[in-house]
């Protein structure tokens, strides 16, 4: 096993939403249910206690307010993809929500972005371009890695690989509780993440396997009931909101240390630690190679 795989270059950097109106108000994802409260002070106390842990392990976080009407908007992975040119260009393409119930979180983030001198644009709005939701995109190997089906639509793909100039490979997401890409796939260093093919349509699955050189495979059952895909990794540590025995067991013989934080009453919304947080230091050049024009590979029909 080679064990000098080089580290991420990013996820020291994040963006979260403090949850002060967080709550269920409809069903957009099989986890939601207005019967099912977050009870606040919970939230709030286990929020904080994820961003400590990020400080404390040498990451940044930066705080966007939270809409009173934007229940979902503490799930900041979504607002925009975060990406820095190789100009040095801070830039956030901004998400197309699939769902209406969430499209006015984009407009408070942007309007904070821009006020902190970062680039804005969107690969679409209303009735114009395709959906793209920022929790379907990951910077690995020599692509950015975009899930597509349940949110982000296929020809996102198009406009993220012509807009940023990167090559794009698509996957399919076909299950139901996995409708976001950060669900079933965590980056940990060039050669390793952890993966969840049952996410994927089997020609998705099978190029994902291909792409990561040391996957982790995770069964349905342990992406589904513990959510620990949906990690995040600050140097070394992977902070995840749960993580299996013959997980953990592998992750540290790779040498990474695992921190668990309990986010629980952030998954009766359906998200989680990664969820939560929105990495915007991937640099195109260093993390993701430049593509002049831009590239799409989609697996096979």
Not at 66 to 93: C, F, I, K, S, W
Not at 205 to 231: G, I, M, W, Y
Not at 242 to 271: I, N, T, Y
Not at 286 to 299: A, C, I, Q, T, W
């Amino acid at each position: 096993m080679d064990r000098t795989a080089t580290r991420l270059g990013w996820g020291r950097r994040y963006v979260m939403v403090e949850p002060t109106h967080f709550r269920v108000d409809y069903r957009i994802n099989p986890f939601m249910d207005p019967a099912d409260q977050p009870d606040p002070a919970r939230a709030i106390a286990q929020w904080r206690e994820l961003v400590a842990t990020i400080e404390r392990l040498g990451g940044t976080v930066e705080v966007v307010p939270q809409r009173p009407d934007a229940p979902d908007m503490v799930y900041a992975m979504n607002l925009g993809l975060g990406l820095v040119r190789p100009d040095g260009t801070e830039h956030v393409v901004m998400s197309h929500m699939r769902y209406p119930q969430r499209r006015m979180e984009t407009g408070s983030a942007q309007q904070w972005f821009a006020g902190r001198g970062f680039a804005t644009s969107y690969v679409g709005r209303d009735g114009v371009g395709a959906h793209l939701e920022a929790g379907d995109a990951f910077a690995f190997g020599d692509a950015l890695v975009v899930g597509y089906g349940p949110r982000t639509e296929e020809l996102a793909l198009k406009h993220l690989a012509a807009d940023l100039g990167v090559r794009v490979r698509g996957l399919r997401i076909t299950h139901p509780g996995m409708y976001h890409l950060d669900l079933a796939f965590c980056p940990l260093d060039e050669r390793r993440a952890l993966v969840c093919p049952a996410a994927l349509d089997d020609a998705s699955a099978a190029a994902l396997l291909a792409l990561v050189p040391e996957p982790l495979v995770l069964t349905e059952e342990e992406a589904l009931t513990t959510f620990c895909a949906n990690s995040i990794l600050v140097g070394s540590t992977v902070v995840m909101p749960a993580c299996p025995d013959r997980v953990r067991a592998q992750l540290e013989e790779w040498g990474f240390e695992v921190v668990v934080v309990d986010v629980s009453e952030f998954h009766k919304g359906g998200g989680s630690v990664r969820c939560l947080t929105n990495p915007v230091d991937v640099r195109i050049g260093r993390d993701l190679p430049s593509v002049p024009g831009g590239e799409v590979l989609l697996p096979p029909e």
